[in-house]
């Protein structure tokens, strides 16, 4: 079983794997990150007007599945010497 400290640096390795795959992407697209996040919410949230709040509150909670609110996999701390 990894420790609490392998699995926070193994998030963080994941974490910044995806933004550079997006660098990438939006080097290879002549655009920017933020252009890219800005068209795939975009396109997750064509159909929310037609949604009943039952229907969105399951999307949000789907949403919560994929996308854990993790804060060490997004919190970069550097080790002071």
Same mark, same amino acid.
């Given at each position: /079983?990894? &420790? @609490?400290?392998?699995?926070?640096r193994v998030n963080? *390795? +994941?974490? !910044? =794997?995806?933004? #550079?795959? %997006?660098?990438? %992407? *939006?080097?290879? /697209?002549?655009? &920017? +990150? #933020?252009?890219?996040?800005?068209?795939?919410?975009?396109?997750?949230?064509?159909? +929310?007007? =037609? /949604?009943?709040?039952?229907?969105? @509150? =399951?999307?949000? =909670? &789907? %949403?919560?599945? +994929?996308?854990? #609110?993790? !804060? !060490? *996999?997004? &919190?970069?701390?550097?080790?002071?010497?």
């Open positions: /079983m990894p &420790t @609490s400290g392998r699995r926070n963080v *390795a +994941v974490h !910044t =794997n995806h933004h #550079q795959r %997006l660098r990438h %992407l *939006a080097a290879a /697209m002549e655009t &920017t +990150v #933020q252009d890219i996040l800005d068209r795939v919410l975009e396109q997750a949230l064509i159909d +929310v007007d =037609n /949604m009943t709040v039952k229907e969105l @509150s =399951n999307w949000v =909670n &789907t %949403l919560h599945e +994929v996308f854990p #609110q993790d !804060t !060490t *996999a997004t &919190t970069h701390h550097r080790k002071q010497p």
